[in-house]
């Protein structure tokens, strides 16, 4: 069992590593200050002491690190470890049968600051209080400077080193799972020795300190239609960590916006967003919908489906995965990633399910319904590619909507009706889509001519009660000091 979750670990930690590694690029701490101010006597005497105090055993010599050590002790298992010019991911564990009493992952990589501030959102440190306050108390592992994170993953205890050597352009990253107090782990770390060098490299401003997104109104033209966007400002702009699980909805005077285990709410003007009120509910919560009557609905995998009225918390409905409500608020789709899904009915503060298949369709990854349809995006069971399949409210097929030559789409996250056919958010291929009626596609708009982006993800949208439709995306900023969620207004379609 140990393997197998070994495995998955080992697969999941050099993804999050390898995706920015080769990257020049962001931490607060450089090589320890003590060991930069020694003199020459001390290293000398130091050097002496650690020849000295050495175990016999092993050292591995990389490009970015040196480790010495006892191979008496620690299995060094070449399966899991890569090493080039600019990253090494070494791996070793105490053995015990098929299994391991301690393991340890090393990464050390030359990359931008990217990695490393992600380590700190997801490891739920605070970066305004680890750079200015010095709110956290530092290790230093192998030179540098690192914060020190425990948990448990699949119930197996860890710990996490985290640091950055800012001018080397360097981000270490150490886990060691299982048994994590043994003396062996702070012999084996006391071994570690992080050969990058001091490059002079400066990161990109922290988010506190960069420049905030903005944009000027924009067109753009396909077919016998021109598209027109006006960003919103969002008052205290909304910095995230998370690319894709933000959600947005919108009554007649307010917008709500979902991410981060918050349901933000904002009064909205017609030309910028302003903040009200937040509500924390949890990680999980994934999707927000608003119906006629003003009521807010939130749903995630794994969460009760939340009705919210007037900032209160009016009713909860239990074994659903995610819903989207239709406007009526008397129906909705109860669906996860297959093509068997539920509709569900509302009434008298109780839900009824009735099974609804969508036949046509493999892997769903996005619902949205309206008064009319019930829009299902996702793989086609026939082909694979990603398309959106239009439903009557019954679930009777109307139309398939594909790409101009017929072929497959990038992932649409949003759908709605339009008065001259339909729009859709194709977040992979960062486009506006548009259809005729008879669900032939008219064309598409690029993010970079509509909205001057770089390349940002559409989340979702919202259908306004003037018929424009409010977008939101992550993007990030300019001076790469931050990724924002930021809106869109659109009209003229």
Partial sequence: MKKKFLAMLMASVMMLSLGGCGDSGDDKKSKSESEETKTEAEKEENEENDTETTVSGEVLETD??????????WNYNEEYTYMDETYACVYLDIPEGDSYITSVQIDVCIENHESFRDYLNIYEFDAYEYVVNDAYDLVNIGGIDCLLYEGEFWGEPYIKYIGRW?????????QIMGDYENECVGELLDGLTICTEDIGNVDAPWPWEGEAFS???GSASVGEYTVNSEWLPIAECIITGETFNHSVAATEDKVFILGDGTLKQYSYDGSSLTFDSEISCGEDYTYVQATDDGSVWISGFGYSLMCIKDGVEVATYDEVDYVYMSPSGEWGIDWFSGPECEKITIANGSITSTPITFAEVSTISSVTVDDNYIYVCGSDATDDTHKAFVYDTDGVLQMTLTDVDGEGLGCITFMAQTSNGFIGLDGNMREVVLWSADGTCIGVL????????NYPWFCGGTVLSDGSILTIMTEDRADESAMEVVAF?????
Avoid: H, K, P, W
């Fill in 64 to 73: 970015v690190l040196t480790l010495n050590y006892d191979s008496d002790v």
């Fill in 166 to 174: 800012e001018s080397a352009s360097t981000t270490v990253s150490i």
């Fill in 215 to 217: 944009a000027s109104q």
């Fill in 446 to 453: 690029d993010d970079a001519d509509l909205f001057s982006t």
């Fill in 489 to 493: 207004r659109l009209s003229g379609f």
